[in-house]
């Protein structure tokens, strides 16, 4: 089988191969910048295009006959690699512009030692990352892929035309979205209706977040795989379905904000042990107030999508492709 020679995607074979060789190229580009390692930005763009990458394998592999170093197993392990990096750039720059302004001299002072820390940790993640570059997986990785774009094999089905099955392909993974735990944290269940709890004291939020932060979590990387997949399908789809991509991203972004606050506090803990409440009171009061502002902005959008209209029109979104050329013209003869 072989590739549409036009721009047009017309099957599930062609949207699988645009989709590979858009995010192995953005990913590919930003390695020598991540070798010299002189902005972290590069870090980010990079493992972005990695887990992108890693979304469309996993979405579109059993459709192609793929190397076996092009896997979404490897590329997940080349993704977290990564994102150890970017994750103690993440954590110094919160720490840096949004927290340590507002200390007072004693505990910035007392504050660089965990500014220390996290650059000896950098340092090693760095260094990790620099060694994967030279491991053969890697390399084998970047060959296979690049074989495999010179020289595409598809499974039969590939040649399906992609709007008769974008709705099968997307539909599981609403419904997963939809269906995730993560919706009922901070709700109680009255005469068969959810009803959100808005009146948690900080404590409250405080204590649930202990027990139930995984969970808020994993509705985070839920709905950042949705939001990934629908982006693979964006140009197939009108406005309303631009529209809902944006929705899941901003749930996305607010449930992240929850976490890089929960993993600062955490890995602060881990450093300073009982001396974190005694020495920095100010930097953990800053963070309770930051978490408790949080989730005064994530409840409306909780809210609204336990709404059963409002999951009806995402699963609708992505039953509606818009329709092709060949399709349009099939209707009017």
Not at 56 to 85: C, H, T
Not at 287 to 301: C, D, I, M, S, V
Request: net charge neutral; proline share 3%.
């Amino acid at each position: 089988m072989t590739l549409a020679t036009t721009t047009t995607i017309k099957t599930l074979g062609d949207c699988a191969y645009q989709a590979i060789e858009k995010h192995f190229k953005k990913t590919i580009k930003w390695e020598k910048s991540v070798k010299k390692d002189e902005d972290p930005e590069a870090v980010h763009q990079m493992r972005v295009g990695m887990r992108r990458l890693r979304t469309a394998v996993s979405r579109f592999e059993r459709y192609l006959n793929l190397p076996k170093s092009v896997s979404d197993k490897n590329i997940g392990k080349l993704a977290r690699i990564l994102g150890s990096l970017r994750d103690l750039d993440v954590l110094e720059e919160i720490l840096e512009k949004n927290y340590k302004p507002h200390l007072v001299e004693k505990e910035q002072e007392f504050l660089q030692t965990a500014l220390t820390t996290l650059h000896k940790q950098r340092e090693t993640a760095f260094s990790h990352v620099q060694k994967t570059f030279k491991d053969e997986a890697y390399k084998s990785f970047k060959n296979q892929c690049e074989d495999w774009l010179k020289n595409p094999s598809y499974q039969t089905f590939s040649s399906v035309p992609i709007h008769h099955v974008l709705p099968d392909l997307l539909s599981p993974e609403v419904s997963e979205f939809c269906l995730h735990p993560g919706w009922l944290i901070g709700t109680k269940i009255v005469e068969s209706e959810i009803v959100v709890q808005t009146k948690w004291t900080p404590s409250q939020l405080e204590e649930h977040l202990k027990i139930e932060g995984e969970t808020l979590h994993s509705l985070r990387k839920q709905a950042k795989r949705l939001r990934y997949q629908m982006e693979l399908f964006t140009e197939l789809y009108g406005e309303s379905f631009a529209a809902q991509i944006n929705n899941v991203k901003n749930i996305q972004e607010i449930l992240g904000m929850i976490q890089d606050n929960m993993v600062l506090h955490e890995w602060l803990e881990n450093i300073f042990k009982s001396e974190l409440d005694t020495e920095l009171r100010g930097l953990t009061t800053l963070l309770a107030a930051n978490r408790y502002q949080l989730w005064q902005e994530w409840q409306p959008l909780q809210q609204r999508y336990l709404q059963a209209d409002t999951r009806y029109n995402l699963h609708l979104a992505v039953l509606q492709p818009t329709v092709s050329d060949n399709e349009e013209k099939e209707k009017k003869d």
